[in-house]
Structures are given as structure tokens and as C-alpha cells.
């Protein structure tokens, strides 16, 4: 994989899980649209969303309730959020790997 440039944390999001069993992650709004984004996770506490090549998001400290249906589903709503108006939302698909912070340089 190659470098990305930009990374930013995200202090405060959401995770949302309705009765299906889908997910929804709200987020604060980032500059540009996503392109080819996905979302990689380990089970762990750090999750990645890469936006496009250069841009990621990393999710820190990610609830123990949460862990198992974000490793169950294998696509999410991410919801980008300005102001209290949604800017953007978008599929991505999830993808499970063995250490995401390996990925985090």
C-alpha cells in the first residue's frame, strides 16, 4: 500500500447499528469527496477509513460493544456531517485484516 498523506483522527464519531444489523458511522466532514473509500479493521480498539489514496481517518478507542458488528457486516454508511447538515454519505465496504495499527505509520 502506498504512503498516505494525510492522516487525521477522529475524536468524536458515532456508530449506529439498526435492527438489520447494518451500520452507520457518522463523522465530522472532511474537504473532497471520497474516492474508492473502505473501511479496515482488526476487532480491535483503532479502525481506518481511507477516503481516497491520500486521506484516511483513523477511529481510536472504538466501544467493546461495537467490535463484533463492525467485524460482522461486510459494507457501512459513513455519514459526513457540517455544522449539523449532512455534507456527503457513501457506502464502504469493510475490510478485515490482522493489525490495522500496522497500517498507521
Known sequence: MSTIKEIDQESRYDILQNEAGDILIIINSRAGGPENPRFVYDGGTTALL????????????????????????????????????????????????????????
Not at 493489525?99 to 505509520?105: E, G
Request: glycine share 0%; hydrophobic share 45%.
Open 50 to 105: 481511507y477516503r481516497t489514496k491520500d486521506s484516511a481517518v483513523v477511529f481510536e478507542s472504538i466501544a467493546k460493544d461495537a467490535r463484533m458488528p463492525l467485524k460482522s457486516v461486510s459494507s457501512m454508511l459513513i455519514v459526513e456531517v457540517e455544522n449539523e447538515d449532512v455534507a456527503r454519505e457513501y457506502e464502504v465496504p469493510v475490510r478485515i485484516v490482522k493489525d490495522v495499527k500496522s497500517l498507521i505509520k
